[in-house]
């Protein structure tokens, strides 16, 4: 009877392997896309085209100046916030500060944050907003430059909601979407950044897609 | 005879002492009850669940001996924010501001005093509203 429990145990935990290995979890790929049709070889191909997150420059809390080439080869998390944002972001970081602190000895991913109030919020500014959150390195970069193209890359390519307004607290209104962008510079994933479980969340899924990225590699 | 005085007097004394405490309890606890409520949707985004505030960007809630120090000046810092200064936190230099709240009522600041108060390691009793309307008259 022993003997056939272990049999039993031993077969289940065979097929739990297997299982999971055929149904290895991917991640959805969001944001727009277009079709395309092609004619390669005398063929018409039609493949999707998906959106991707443009070039941009902006100046990280360091000086130094950053654009998608920085970020060639890492999967990153996309965030807007501003230093002294009285509602969503201290919660928003908090939450950021748990990524960071799971992700920081990993080569291939970032957390890049940007300001969206960047007449007030200085190099030297966000500098100093490091330096008390506790973050050093270069995992995860503040960026500030050009508004307008701050709140274009914000609506426009990582299609999130991002304005001034001087009714609202703090005068800017802005959602606490984490945007998780794969090393194509695709966008595959949304989580509230105020939701601590929407972060555990995408602390997993980050796995996943390393892991996506690394197969792709292999093969 | 006297005996029975006695034994009546007693029995009355514990009566009144228990309901008294009773109430008093009952006064914290619709205080501390209420207070959860309005520190969740005031306070909570920036000092955290359990009082811990953020790195060094916004102070814990947890520094007890400055909280009793600056008891009176409490309600004043929830109704009118902190203006960009240097706080000393258990014995770490915070520096910024706190945002005010003008619209908020005093019963609103007695709750969020008396859960902040009661909670996080901290334990000042009951914060009523009279004591808040006291110290709201004298802030600068």
Request: overall charge positive; aromatic content about 10%.
């Amino acid at each position: 009877m022993k003997k056939f429990a272990g049999l039993v145990l031993i077969t289940l935990a065979f097929t739990a392997c297997k299982f999971n290995d055929a149904d290895k979890p991917r991640l959805p790929i969001m944001g727009n896309r277009d079709a395309v049709t092609k004619t390669i070889n005398g063929k018409q191909v039609t493949d999707t085209v998906y959106q991707t997150i443009p070039d941009f420059k902006f100046v990280n809390q360091y000086g130094d100046s950053i654009t998608q080439k920085s970020l060639k080869g890492d999967i990153y998390v996309a965030d807007f916030f501003f230093t002294t944002c009285p509602s969503i972001c201290p919660i928003m970081h908090r939450n950021m500060l748990t990524v960071y602190n799971e992700f920081k000895n990993v080569p291939d991913f970032k957390i890049i944050s940007h300001t969206i109030d960047p007449k007030h919020d200085s190099v030297a500014v966000m500098k100093k907003y490091a330096d008390k959150l506790g973050i050093s390195g270069n995992s995860w970069w503040l960026l500030q430059g050009n508004k307008e193209q701050t709140y274009d890359l914000g609506q426009k390519d990582y299609l999130v909601a991002v304005k001034q307004d001087d009714g609202t607290p703090g005068g800017y209104v802005h959602q606490g979407w984490f945007v998780l962008v794969d090393k194509q510079k695709r966008i595959r994933g949304y989580y509230d950044g105020t939701d601590e479980k929407q972060v555990a969340k995408m602390i997993g899924d980050i796995k996943i897609l390393r892991a996506e990225v690394n197969t792709e590699i292999a093969q | 005879m006297k005996l029975k005085v006695i034994a009546f007097i007693t029995i009355m004394l514990c009566v009144i002492i228990v309901s008294c405490q009773s109430e008093a309890e009952q006064e914290y606890k619709r205080y501390y009850g209420s207070g959860t409520l309005v520190y969740k949707a005031k306070c909570q985004n920036c000092h955290g669940e359990k009082g811990e505030g953020l790195s060094n960007l916004i102070p814990p809630l947890t520094d007890t001996a400055y909280l009793k120090k600056n008891k009176a000046q409490l309600a004043c810092f929830v109704k009118y924010g902190i203006k960009e200064t240097i706080t000393t936190i258990n014995g770490k230099a915070y520096e910024g501001a706190m945002p005010a709240n003008v619209d908020m009522p005093a019963i609103d600041i007695a709750e969020v005093l008396t859960y902040i108060g009661n909670s996080f390691g901290n334990k000042m009793g009951t914060i009523t509203v009279d004591e808040v309307n006291v110290d709201l008259e004298k802030c600068k």
